[in-house]
């Protein structure tokens, strides 16, 4: 069974950074693309980033463009999302997810796995 555990979040100041993790276990990971999202209190859940198998091509949601960078060490089965220059606005829960289905890689129903979550909270 498919096993994704994030870690990383936190409460962090407006300008600050975080780098969060997910730790993937139960088929070989380096087969699958994997994505972040996240849902913010009272609001759907949105796409944010999403890496290739081999790493070679990454996708972002226009709102975290060129502040968030997605990476993966297959080795370590981990996909990373390193935020810099968080802002209030990026206050939500953050899932790991493994994709299944092909897809544009940034429709929540392209992947089949998911995480529990982490919380990233941005203070002002």
């Known amino acids: 069974q498919v096993q994704l555990v994030e870690s990383g979040g936190g409460l962090v100041q407006a300008g600050g950074s975080l780098r969060l993790s997910c730790a993937a276990s139960?088929?070989?990971?380096?087969?699958?693309?994997m994505g972040w999202f996240r849902q913010a209190p009272g609001k759907e859940r949105e796409f944010v980033a999403a890496?290739?198998?081999?790493?070679?091509?990454?996708y972002y949601a226009d709102s975290v463009k060129g502040r968030f960078t997605i990476s993966r060490d297959n080795a370590k089965n981990t996909v990373y999302l390193q935020m810099n220059s968080l802002k209030p606005e990026d206050t939500a829960v953050y899932y790991c997810?493994?994709?299944?289905?092909?897809?544009?890689?940034?429709?929540?129903?392209?992947?089949?796995?998911w995480g529990q979550g982490t919380q990233v909270t941005v203070s002002s």
């Open positions: 997810a493994q994709r299944s289905w092909s897809g544009t890689y940034s429709r929540g129903d392209e992947y089949g796995y």
């Open positions: 139960g088929r070989t990971f380096s087969n699958y693309a």
């Open positions: 890496i290739s198998r081999g790493a070679g091509l990454t």
